[in-house]
């Protein structure tokens, strides 16, 4: 009430949106679940509420610019303050970053070291940048391939094969990231270490399958020559 008889109204807004995260963020670093999960509330509203305000894209821009300034993405991703009901809520986070083309390779391994947590962590961060992919830039979305393709044969699971089929299919042909989640695929299938387990070739065959559809003729020729 006090900020809105001092100040005029975007002003207003723009503090209070700083102010929200800056809490949000404070939320986040301590223990108590509940109020880090009101602490990712915070954040995701500020974000929820972007269609609805006026020049919604310099509003994205200036509250990204707050979240980096307040190391959010740092905070709500690092391993050391995973929690799954926490990773769960942040999917907004990592997709206004996308958006704003924020992401970079030192955030990214921030991410995925969480996924190094556990079984149910990897689960979790693959799932969330499956529904983020879309909007992401094509170098970031190749990153994330090229982390995929450094995991060595010996540990390489079902899961990394899916999420490679994930960002190859909600890629657009003209970006060229189905070809480059396609080659990765075919890499694993026709291995000659055989480092790869059979169930890990099998789906990867099965996978690069379903790629190569959304090729056209040329593409696929070209692909295979």
């Not at 807004?13 to 929200?20: A, D, G, Q, R, T």
């Not at 990773?87 to 970079?104: C, K, N, P």
């Not at 190859?168 to 790869?196: E, M």
Request: aromatic letters at 8%; hydrophobic letters at 40%.
């Amino acid at each position: 009430m006090l900020l809105r008889r001092y100040y005029v109204p975007r002003k207003h807004n723009k503090m209070l949106n700083y102010v929200n995260s800056m809490i949000g963020c404070s939320l986040l670093k301590l223990e108590n679940l509940e109020k880090r999960i009101f602490g990712i509330k915070l954040i995701s509203d500020q974000i929820g509420n972007l269609p609805y305000m006026e020049h919604a894209l310099r509003k994205k821009e200036e509250i990204v610019a707050d979240l980096i300034e307040l190391n959010a993405f740092e905070i709500n991703f690092s391993n050391k303050n995973f929690h799954l009901q926490i990773l769960s809520r942040s999917e907004d986070v990592l997709r206004l970053y996308a958006q704003t083309h924020s992401l970079t390779p030192e955030l990214i391994n921030i991410l995925w070291e969480t996924r190094l947590m556990d079984e149910t962590a990897c689960i979790s961060v693959y799932n969330i940048i499956g529904e983020c992919v879309g909007g992401m830039q094509k170098d970031i979305i190749n990153y994330f391939v090229d982390k995929v393709k450094d995991i060595s044969p010996s540990s390489m699971q079902l899961r990394d094969v899916e999420l490679l089929h994930t960002i190859g299919h909600t890629g657009l042909p003209s970006s060229q990231t189905p070809r480059y989640c396609a080659d990765a695929l075919w890499n694993i299938v026709f291995d000659q270490k055989t480092g790869y387990s059979k169930q890990v070739i099998k789906v990867s065959r099965k996978n690069l399958c379903k790629l190569l559809k959304v090729f056209d003729t040329n593409a696929k020729v070209e692909f295979i020559n």
